[in-house]
Nanobody, 124 residues
């Protein structure tokens, strides 16, 4: 099993930045993919970004390309999501997810492990 704990988030004005962290614990892993999903009120949960732990390959949703970056800290088993140039459309609950393997899936059903989520609110 893998336990995921998010931190960061909060409220920011449009154009601002936030950084989310996701700490993973439990089963020792190297062959794992971690990702971020978000769900805005009244909308489906959508893929934001993902990273392969072994290769460092990354994938981003078109809506965040050029504004968000994702990285990992192997020593701390922590994934970071740096969010820049935030807009009100980025307001959502952001959740960390993990799946075993090397494929960065964008479908939420392919992720077996989930964090509790953290709120990001961007005001205009």
């Amino acid at each position: 099993q893998v336990q995921l704990t998010e931190s960061g988030g909060g409220s920011v004005r449009a154009g601002g930045s936030l950084r989310l962290s996701c700490a993973a614990s439990g089963r020792t892993f190297s062959n794992i993919v971690m990702g971020w999903f978000r769900q805005a009120p009244g909308k489906e949960r959508e893929f934001v970004a993902g990273i392969s732990w072994s290769s460092g390959d990354t994938l981003f949703a078109d809506s965040v390309k050029g504004r968000f970056s994702i990285s990992r800290d192997n020593a701390k088993n922590t994934m970071l999501l740096q969010m820049n140039s935030l807009s009100p459309e980025d307001t959502a609950i952001y959740s960390c997810a993990a799946r075993f393997g090397n494929f960065i899936a964008t479908t939420r059903n392919l992720y077996a492990f989930w964090g509790q989520g953290t709120q990001v609110t961007v005001s205009s």
